[in-house]
DNA sequence: TTTACAACATGATAATTATCATAAAATATT
DNA sequence: AATATTTTATGATAATTATCATGTTGTAAA
């Protein structure tokens, strides 16, 4: 049994707690950690599905093709977070693929030795649809959401996600290219960049090169709830 | 141990087909059967989350509201569906409604029990996790096709799932109304009702009072899938 | 450095969808 | 049965969004 940090590692507190000390040893022999470059595929839809995979540092994003065949971004997951949807439970191979849109490091864990581990220990697996669940409401909720709002609103959401929940700052590189922000929020190219640059004009949102920064929050917020 | 007859419920096969014949007895113990007539409430938002809830028979749809004070409908669940979406598993309190849109019965069983089952039994958890996991994942399908839908495609979509899904007969009576349709596609209620009367001067469809007939399958199905 | 290619940018127009208005038909209420 | 209310229905118009066209800028490859 060889030692490796899992039971030092941040995300045992948020998925494995439940396992005993023994459990979390056993854990290092069935993990790797890979490192992946911005721009990266981590997973490719339709590849067979081996192992538990959560993003220990980076950014990465989920999609799938459609039947137009353009890709369209299901969620952007952040560290701690599964990278596995929970139809890995279900399905024999990823009907989604990932990509870093930032360098990552993404731990896996054999898919079979979580499942025994499932099956000895019930309260790790509670634990797991516990999360798993919340990850569930927050994508159907998150969808939702932004379905009913109209353009500018949704780019107000993003932008403010980014801020908020990702960068928790107010100057921040954007991520993803206006086509990709275009996939998560369903709508052209073309409307992406008119609108943020509606948004520079109203001063609201200031980009310099690569950068955004936020100058108006209120406003936004204003935008991103009622239009 | 009361007697019943969860050993021979046909759901024993969807999610209980893991437990022992002593499990299955004592799950007896726990549940409680309820009838529901069109239109009745069963689950309301904001509620308290005890029981984990099964369409036994009838139909249900799920739905919240959302921020501008409209229902949107989530999912409709046919017999054998699990009513409470996975997030029963991560919430105290119910963040969507449930209603039957026909004459129902939902076997309820003491959500407790169930999680004290789960943590006994690990074949059972990852069962459950299995079905639950295929459930979210529909359920985001759907939206994400229905989403980049043209409103023609969503009807046609609409048509053919209780054709297909529910029906399984090209004559069905409707379970929702025009504007409940318009909660469950995202448009307005004119729009459908707009667009059912084309289709059905078109003669893709035909509407005798409360049955909908579909005469042109072919043809609707190549505007669900095309435009 | 030149060349190619993708990302960003903006205007004009067409397509799609929502909103508003008005009314008939069906259903529920008194 | 009469009255009110909801559901279905349809047209006209306005608002929203996509598409197409055309250029510029930035970045990667030869």
Redesign the pocket.
């Known amino acids: 049994m060889n030692k490796c940090d899992c039971a030092l590692c941040e995300f045992r507190t948020i998925v494995f707690e439940d396992l005993s000390s023994n459990e979390i040893y056993s854990v290092c022999g069935y993990k790797t950690e890979k490192n992946y470059k911005k721009g990266d595929v981590i997973i490719r839809e339709g590849s067979q599905i081996n192992d538990f995979l959560y993003l220990k540092s980076g950014l990465v994003k989920l999609y799938k093709l459609s039947k137009d065949g353009k890709d369209q971004i299901i969620s952007i997951a952040k560290p701690l977070d599964f990278v596995s949807l929970v139809s890995i439970f279900s399905d024999k191979t990823y009907n989604f693929s990932i990509s870093a849109i930032e360098d990552s490091t993404v731990c896996s864990v054999d898919l079979k030795f979580i499942k025994e581990l499932i099956s000895k220990n019930g309260n790790f697996a509670l634990n797991i649809m516990q999360k798993m669940s919340r990850n569930f409401d927050n994508i159907i909720n998150n969808t939702f959401n932004l379905q009913k709002k109209?353009?500018?609103g949704r780019i107000a959401h993003i932008l403010l996600f980014f801020a908020n929940e990702i960068y928790k700052n107010n100057e921040f590189e954007?991520p993803l290219?206006?086509?990709e922000i275009a996939q998560l929020i369903?709508?052209?190219?073309?409307?992406v960049?008119?609108i943020?640059?509606e948004f520079r004009q109203d001063k609201l949102i200031e980009?310099h090169?690569?950068n955004t920064i936020i100058i108006n929050l209120n406003k936004l917020n204003s935008i991103a709830e009622h239009?």
Chains 1, 2 share one sequence.
């Open positions: 109209h353009l500018r954007l290219s206006r086509k369903d709508m052209t190219t073309e409307n960049i008119r943020l640059s980009i090169g690569k239009g």
